[in-house]
């Protein structure tokens, strides 16, 4: 029963566009949302975060948006570059467990 | 600062045999998880020790799977025995917050069980 579901596997943009990331959740206790980056044979890192208090968080080319109503977030990506290629992990943090969703993974067309 | 630390990177072994993954957490660090990573289900939480307590283990598929934290800087997962279906990458993670939302994740252990 995934709590944080990630419903686009793969997202292919070119170098310079947008990249939007999606991300729905179904338990509206959830207070915490994070994003994590993982590139190939290595562990996922920490990238970006947002309090369910707020709806807009930014960090240099990356902003996370949240939609409490719609119990939806994402990650935008602006401009992309070709670093950015990477799985993506959405993930809610509720009491001390992070869930994870299934990733999406980003690839940036020189 | 070392990071998290996991051994073996890459681990391929028999069915029905016992495999062990282990675990260096971060000095400092008082929260270690165990998480799983597959195709079909992302990443799953296994387990959480909390200053070397095993808090939840409510992921732990079943029995075959144990873990252990003797003490702050150690924790091992064993799966014994072991089957083709456990084949998947596992992550270990620590945090200082006892609650531990920004983790930091070693490298992973490719299990790959034949």
């Known amino acids: 029963d995934q709590q944080v579901k990630q419903n686009s596997p793969s997202l292919s943009v070119q170098e310079g566009r947008i990249s939007i990331l999606n991300c729905d959740y179904t338990n509206s206790m959830f207070d915490y949302f994070l994003w994590y980056k993982k590139y190939p044979a290595e562990g996922p890192t920490f990238l970006i975060s947002?309090?369910?208090?707020?709806d807009k968080n930014e960090d240099g080319r990356f902003t996370v948006f949240l939609n409490k109503s719609a119990k939806h977030l994402s990650l935008h990506i602006v401009p992309s570059q070709p670093g950015d290629s990477a799985v993506y992990f959405c993930a809610s943090y509720n009491d001390y467990k992070l869930s994870f969703g299934a990733g999406t993974t980003v690839t940036v067309r020189a | 600062d070392a990071g998290v630390i996991q051994s073996p990177r890459h681990e391929v072994t028999e069915m029905g045999q016992e495999v062990t993954l282990r675990c260096k957490p971060i000095s400092g660090h008082n929260s270690l998880f165990w998480y799983r990573q597959t195709m079909m289900r992302g990443l799953e939480l296994l387990i959480y020790f909390n200053n070397n307590v095993p808090i939840d283990d409510s992921g732990m598929p079943e029995d075959r799977f144990s873990a252990k934290m003797p003490n702050a800087s150690f924790s091992t997962l064993k799966i014994q025995p072991s089957e083709p279906r456990d084949s998947a990458v596992y992550f270990c993670?620590?945090?200082?917050?006892?609650?531990?939302?920004?983790?930091?994740f070693g490298s992973g252990t490719q299990l790959s069980v034949l």
């Open positions: 947002i309090s369910s208090i707020k």
């Open positions: 993670a620590s945090s200082r917050l006892p609650g531990g939302e920004k983790l930091f």
